[in-house]
T-cell receptor, first 114, second 116 residues
Framework: KAGVTQTPRYLIKTRGQQVTLSCSPISGHRSVSWYQQTPGQGLQFLFEYFSETQRNKGNFPGRFSGRQFSNSRSEMNVSTLELGDSALYLC?????????????FGPGTRLTVL | AQTVTQSQPEMSVQEAETVTLSCTYDTSESDYYLFWYKQPPSRQMILVIRQEAYKQQNATENRFSVNFQKAAKSFSLKISDSQLGDAAMYFCAYRRSDQAGTALIFGKGTTLSVSS
């Protein structure tokens, strides 16, 4: 079974721009979660989508948004980029059952904001 | 709010030796899940082991085992017969068991180096 894939793997943007990251979950997985990883803050939860609905949200500003499509693929959008948004963005997929779930991670998208 | 603490930023071990990585967490929940993830230099996060809080028995996966002490809120990872490929950053993570808590809460990580 193919793993979680994320595109693009690397991105360079400038302040004020916006960016869209994509995540394709493992086949059959209905939940997609997004995390931001930085050296200072570590790994922080952004949001989770399940069956095209946002089920959970972390403590990030509204510039960070996402969506999920009917095939469970998810996109994350960051508008008005700031230098502090430079990070590794990880996507994780799971079946979506809190009682049994394990999240499997993709390779990440490295975003650099100049 | 739940928190996860890894008190050892760096650890080192020699090949074939055993090393234990520490993790403590704070929660008022009685049912939850704990995980250890490994992140090698390639940055791909890999699940190492998972523990359900309601299970008394410590989880084991080949050379990896945990010591889960629920009352002490401690969840350490033991790596036996360490190999060069075990070198990575290890993250301890907590997740609630209900639908509102599918988010993983991570510790800051422990960088493990393995020498030959």
């Amino acid at each position: 079974k193919a793993g979680v894939t994320q595109t693009p793997r690397y991105l360079i943007k400038t302040r004020g721009q916006q960016v869209t990251l994509s995540c394709s979950p493992i086949s059959g997985h209905r939940s997609v979660s997004w995390y931001q990883q930085t050296p200072g803050q570590g790994l922080q939860f952004l949001f989770e989508y399940f069956s095209e609905t946002q089920r959970n949200k972390g403590n990030f500003p509204g510039r960070f948004s996402g969506r999920q499509f009917s095939n469970s693929r998810s996109e994350m959008n960051v508008s008005t980029l700031e230098l502090g948004d430079s990070a590794l963005y990880l996507c994780a997929s799971s079946l979506g059952d809190p009682n049994t779930d394990t999240q499997y991670f993709g390779p990440g998208t490295r975003l650099t904001v100049l | 709010a739940q928190t996860v603490t890894q008190s050892q930023p760096e650890m080192s071990v020699q090949e074939a030796e055993t090393v234990t990585l520490s993790c403590t967490y704070d929660t008022s929940e009685s049912d939850y899940y704990l995980f250890w993830y490994k992140q090698p230099p390639s940055r791909q996060m890999i699940l190492v082991i998972r523990q359900e809080a309601y299970k008394q028995q410590n989880a084991t996966e080949n050379r990896f085992s945990v010591n889960f002490q629920k009352a002490a809120k401690s969840f350490s990872l033991k790596i036996s017969d360490s190999q060069l490929g075990d070198a990575a950053m290890y993250f301890c993570a907590y997740r609630r068991s209900d639908q509102a808590g599918t988010a993983l809460i991570f510790g800051k990580g422990t960088t493990l180096s393995v020498s030959s």
